[in-house]
């Protein structure tokens, strides 16, 4: 039987491999004459050589500065008023005085209307003014001393003493036969109207007299101040200073009494609505200065105007009302802001937040070092961050903070530090 010549080479192959396997068994040293023990020795000392040296850790001295302490909201801008300006009477529209989409002092015309026949009406009224007030002048020197109310007195009673002479003459004369009886009937009711006359001259009084004319006078007064207030609402004016935001009405068109003309808005000062947690509520007050930073329009500050008395039920907070000056016109009503409110002012150090500690109760700390180098841990709260630092308070001036290697080192042991520059 044959054997291919390749299964021959193959073994051959293999028990080379097999007796290099065990060639440091059998020999019992390697190449160089060294033993496997003498290695290990060698591993050992090198490894006392290289060994690496004691950790230092960087500590830093706290010098606190004063931080405000702040409360932060977000909120957004509504005008401080809006007015639909009115028409106070119907009449046709002859002109728009003031510019749509710009700025309006209080009282600047604003729309003019056809003022139709109010001047004439009113020269008509004046004119009758003077007619009345010169009746109203008549009355009193008709009553007074030697005027012609005594006069008229005095006449009357002349004239009833001769009718009352002509009533007796007439009786005797009817009693004789002489005259008809109807004669003295006739005298009778000529003496009867010369009594009535005379009462009613006497029963004039002065003082009735001129306040009926009086109040002639001051009827017209009252129509000729309609006419005039209807004069002066032919001029539709702003009733205070604002931005026009639109007309409601066009030239030519007829508008009735009391129509909405015009819009105009208060953008001189806006108002910024914040609402703030019932937990920080108490902490603010009416006048507290409010730093805002408007989206898009950068950063500006504000006044507390207004603090809500009752809470929003859905959210628990309360709305605060922050006055902010517009005068340059860039806001507008509906922009949105970041709203941080000054409440106090604390000493604090700046650190970085990487050498906080948060333990299982979310409470902060920080890792610090007394001079005999045991580290201790001391609780902090942060004032105020700023960027990728924070503001802590709660460190007395002097402490000396831990920095870089402080995650390595835990409370009460001993460490070597040294003293850097910041903490941040």
Known sequence: MKIRKSYISALIIAVLIIGWMYSDDVLGTSSSGETDQEKLATLEVEENVTAAPELITQAFRVVNELVPLQIRARGVTRTEFEIDVISRRQAF????????????????????????????????ARAERTSRLAAYEDVKKRFRIGGAWEAQIAAATA???????????????????????????????????????????????????????????????????????????????????????????????????????????????LILDAPIPQTQISKIKIGDIVDLEIDGAGKRQGRVSKI??????????????????????????????????????VPAFKISPAHLNVDEGGLLS???????????????????????????????????????????????????????????
């Open 366 to 424: 920080v890792k610090t070092v007394v001079s005999s180098g045991i580290v201790k841990t001391m609780p902090v709260m942060i004032a105020q961050t700023v960027g990728n630092a924070a503001y802590v308070s709660g460190l007395p001036d002097g402490t000396l903070l831990l920095g870089m290697g402080q995650a390595f080192v835990s409370e009460g042991s001993k460490i070597t530090y040294q003293i850097g520059e910041e903490a941040n």
């Open 308 to 345: 809500a008395t009752s809470a929003n039920q859905a959210t628990r907070t309360f709305n605060v009302e922050i006055l902010l000056d517009n005068n340059d016109g860039n806001l507008r009503a509906g922009m949105s802001a970041g709203v941080r409110v000054i409440i106090d002012k």
């Open 159 to 269: 004239d009833l003493e001769a009718v009352r002479s002509n009533y007796e003459s007439t009786k005797k004369l009817v009693d004789r036969g002489v005259k008809k009886p109807l004669a003295k009937l006739q005298q009778i009711a000529l003496l009867k109207a010369a009594e009535m006359r005379l009462i009613e001259l006497q029963n004039q009084s002065e003082e009735l007299a001129l306040s009926a004319s009086y109040a002639q006078i001051k009827a017209v007064d009252a129509r000729i101040s309609q006419l005039l207030e209807q004069l002066k609402f032919t001029d539709v004016t702003a009733p205070q200073s604002g931005w026009l935001e639109k007309y409601h009405v066009e030239v030519g068109q007829t508008i009735k009494e009391n129509a909405p003309v015009a819009r105009i808005l208060g953008l001189k000062s």
């Open 93 to 124: 529209v002859f002109a728009q005085v003031a510019l749509e989409g710009g700025w309006v002092e209080s009282g600047a015309t604003l729309i003019k209307l056809d003022k139709g026949t109010l001047e004439a009406d009113i020269a008509a």
